[in-house]
Nanobody
Framework: QVQLVESGGGLVQAGGSLRLSCAAS????????MGWFRQAPGKEREFVAA????????RYADSVKGRFTISRDNAKKTVYLQMNSLKPEDTAVYYC?????????????????WGKGTLVTVSS
């Protein structure tokens, strides 16, 4: 089993920045890729960004390209999401996810482990 714990959410004004962190523990050796998804009130969960655990290749949703950056620290078993130029439409609960496949996927169904989420609120 792999446990994921997110941190770093909060309230920020539009145009501001936040950095989310997700620490993995347990059988983290089985992780092939990690990603971030988000779910806004009344909406379905959507893909934000993903990163390969070994090659550090990345993938982003079109809505966050150029504003968000995903990175990882293998030694700390932690993945980060740097969010800049935040917009009110970025308001959501952000979930960290991990998959055992090394293939980066934008599909929640490809992820095997999930954190409990951290709330990001962007005020206008």
């Amino acid at each position: 089993q792999v446990q994921l714990v997110e941190s770093g959410g909060g309230l920020v004004q539009a145009g501001g920045s936040l950095r989310l962190s997700c620490a993995a523990s347990g059988r983290s050796i089985s992780i092939g890729a990690m990603g971030w998804f988000r779910q806004a009130p009344g909406k379905e969960r959507e893909f934000v960004a993903a990163i390969s655990w070994t090659l550090a290749t990345t993938r982003y949703a079109d809505s966050v390209k150029g504003r968000f950056t995903i990175s990882r620290d293998n030694a700390k078993k932690t993945v980060y999401l740097q969010m800049n130029s935040l917009k009110p439409e970025d308001t959501a609960v952000y979930y960290c996810a991990a998959g055992t496949s090394f293939r980066i996927s934008a599909y929640a169904s490809d992820m095997d482990y999930w954190g409990k989420g951290t709330l990001v609120t962007v005020s206008s």
